[in-house]
């Protein structure tokens, strides 16, 4: 059993991830992000749903800005341009779900 509120990946240089499931039909990750840092921009290679269960942050999803506190659930659709920054002054963490995992995405 893992809890997602305990041993949080936190790196001080950069974003901290960590692999919770790795299925044919689901992959889920772990990020943590401190005061400032952020995951590049990219395009989601997956269908995603981004579950913010410490602080908050904000996702800009094709060029649009979100604001995601704790709790918040967002979906993202496959190959939508997206990046996530904690422009906060506390940690934050969330969950990256993806369904199906990206190696059975066609296109992906």
Sequence with gaps: MINVLENIPFQEQKMGT?????EKYLLLMQAA???GQSIPA???NSNVHILVVRGEVVINLNG???GAQEGALIPVVFKTAMNIMN???KDASFLIIKTPNPTEMSGA
């Design 33 to 35: 992000l401190r005061p």
């Design 42 to 44: 990219h395009n989601a």
């Design 18 to 22: 960590r692999k919770l499931a790795d």
């Design 87 to 89: 422009r906060s002054n």
């Design 64 to 66: 649009t800005e979100h």
